[in-house]
């Protein structure tokens, strides 16, 4: 028992003590300002204290507050309690100030908070308050390009990495592209992102949540300053506000803004002066193997020779050099392979063309050595690659004039038989032995009798189309329906572009009502439509349902609306169809 007794007690003053920490801490609204602009600061705290004590806001005018606001929830038994004083401050000089500790006494201890550095600087052409939330949102989020290397040679891999930086004081809710970079002058590649993940880092040396957007690897064609086209953004941004609901916690704000990475400049620099012989615009670093699959063989079989370069550079982007053989070797083009992939290293793997070497004489043959250069971009030199010399043994076959064995530069006229090679015929002009007369076949009969069996469904398909042009009401009323399709799915297209949406959503209420009802757009006001779906015998429920929706549309002209509304309005205005479909 006293065994247990001593658990309780440890456990019961541990959970005291974990209870009674206090935090106690400074936030403003931006760390730099124009001298024409206000600043926002709030000092929360975690438990309820006594003889608050504010700085003396040295450099600083008051202007608003002090505003407090008091947060205590109750989740899951644990009890969560927040106390903040807010002042809005309007600085006196352009300068570097600083914001003193305050002070709170908590349980008979006095607790203080860090002092804050701000920069105040020149007027601004658009000065905004500390509380703006277009200025809140575009201090807490940021789109950044970070480039591996703003100064590389011509056709050096260079990679950049758009990442959408989030402070903890905001949180992004949706987001999409506005405009694409076009890379001009940059021969790119994009890099497949599967999933989108959310990482931990820093920011202007401030904590900040990031996710990486989009990677591509550039390869540049010219010299000079070259400048890459910034992505943009429109992203939904959830702003906290100075408002709470009835259970003390802060209401945020959802707002559009659009963000840009900004445009970068590359400078690309040139090559050096000294290229080697068969230099043709290899950059990184690379091997070369020339290979064949046998060396020895009989005249008429063939021979596959291999010329491969490996490694990482702008692979795809350079010729191989071309193999040289003796006119003995009868050799065709080459066959083209490319095992080649793209990650943030650049492009790495191999390009091989594959030759097929056919001999037509007997003898030993050299194929010559094959020289590569490229330029190294690490050790900013060129270097120069060469294979071994390859003889080629051939076994049987007819002898070259004169008896010589080796086959070197010197081409001599051989003599080939007549029969030695017979090409396959691309194209003939053969018939066959037996052929059926046209009179009495079954061609002859069909189309005999086709033209007479085909006037009936002429018929058919003229009193069908006579019909149809006779049904003018029929035509309109399917005309409309189709159009209600379109823009009811135009609409779900635009789903996040609250303008597109609602007018689509609206055009798509108005043409089903056309299709259904048989009326005009001068007669689309609610209270005739709400006339006109009593006197077909609509339920309420379903009548009072489509005007919200059309309110919704009108409303959202004015007011901004989430995604979630967005969702909300499709999915009430395809319910609403549905119904109206039984109804009517």
Not at 154 to 180: A, M, Q
Not at 548 to 557: G, M, N, W
Request: glycine share 6%; hydrophobic share 35%; aromatic share 10%.
């Amino acid at each position: 028992m006293k065994l247990k007794f001593l658990i309780l007690s440890v456990i019961f003053f541990t959970g005291l003590g974990l209870q009674a920490q206090v935090k106690f801490e400074a936030k403003v609204s931006k760390n730099k300002l124009g001298v024409n602009e206000r600043l926002r600061i709030d000092f929360e705290m975690n438990q309820d204290g006594d003889n608050f004590r504010p700085p003396s806001f040295d450099g600083f005018t008051v202007v608003g507050g002090p505003n407090q606001a008091v947060s205590n929830r109750w989740i899951n038994g644990n009890r969560t309690y927040s106390k903040t004083y807010s002042y809005y401050l309007q600085p006196n000089s352009r300068g570097n100030k600083t914001i003193a500790q305050a002070e709170i006494t908590v349980d008979g201890k006095v607790y203080k908070t860090t002092p804050i550095d701000i920069q105040v600087t020149a007027a601004v052409d658009k000065p905004m308050d500390g509380d703006n939330s277009e200025l809140i949102a575009s201090d807490n989020l940021h789109l950044v390009a970070e480039v591996s290397d703003a100064t590389p040679y011509l056709n050096e891999g260079i990679t950049v990495i758009y990442k959408l930086y989030v402070s903890p004081r905001i949180s992004v809710s949706n987001f999409r592209e506005v405009d694409s970079p076009k890379f001009k002058d940059f021969w790119s590649q994009n890099i497949e992102i599967r999933e989108l993940r959310p990482e931990n880092g820093e920011y202007q040396g401030e904590p900040y949540r990031y996710v990486v957007l989009k990677k591509a690897v550039l390869y540049p064609q010219k010299t000079g300053k070259l400048e890459l086209e910034p992505l943009t953004l429109s992203v939904s941004v959830d702003v906290p506000s100075d408002r709470r609901d009835i259970f003390g916690s802060r209401i945020y704000k959802t707002i559009n803004k659009t963000v840009a990475a900004g445009t970068r400049t590359i400078d690309v620099k040139a090559l050096p002066g000294n290229k080697p012989a068969g230099f043709n615009g290899a950059v990184g670093k690379f091997s070369l193997n020339v290979s064949t699959n046998k060396d020895q063989l009989k005249a008429s079989e063939s021979l596959e020779a291999k010329v491969e370069i490996r490694g990482n550079g702008n692979l795809n982007l350079f010729e191989l050099p071309a193999l040289e053989v003796p006119s003995s070797l009868e050799m065709y083009s080459p066959e083209r392979i490319e095992n080649v992939t793209t990650t943030l290293n650049g492009k790495q793997g191999s390009i091989i063309d594959n030759y097929t070497i056919v001999p037509t004489r007997k003898g030993q043959y050299p194929i010559k050595p094959l020289n590569f250069s490229y330029f190294d971009p690490q050790t900013e030199t060129y270097k120069s690659l060469s294979s071994q010399e390859i003889i080629i043994d051939v076994e049987e076959g007819p002898a070259l004039a004169g008896g010589n064995t080796i086959a070197g530069n010197n081409k001599q006229a051989l003599n080939l038989p007549s029969e030695q090679f017979r090409f396959i015929k691309t194209a003939t002009n053969l018939k066959p032995l037996e052929q059926q007369a046209f009179f009495r076949s079954w061609t002859f009969w069909g189309s005999l009798v086709l033209p007479f069996a085909a006037i009936p469904l002429v018929v058919l398909f003229g009193k069908r189309r006579e019909a149809k042009a006779a049904d003018v009401t029929g035509s309109k009323r399917k005309k409309a329906d189709k159009l209600a399709r379109k823009y009811l799915s135009e609409a779900k297209k635009n789903l996040g572009d609250q303008q597109s949406f609602y007018e689509a959503l609206e055009r798509a209420m108005h043409n089903y009502l056309k299709a259904k009802l048989h009326i005009q757009t001068s007669e689309m006001s609610k209270e005739r439509i709400l006339e006109i779906l009593n006197e077909k015998n609509v339920a309420s429920e379903t009548s009072t349902e489509f005007i919200a929706v059309l309110k919704s549309c009108e409303f959202a002209r004015y007011t901004p609306a989430s995604n979630t509304a967005q969702h909300e309005d499709y999915d009430k205005a395809v319910r609403v169809i549905s119904k109206l479909d039984k109804d009517l």
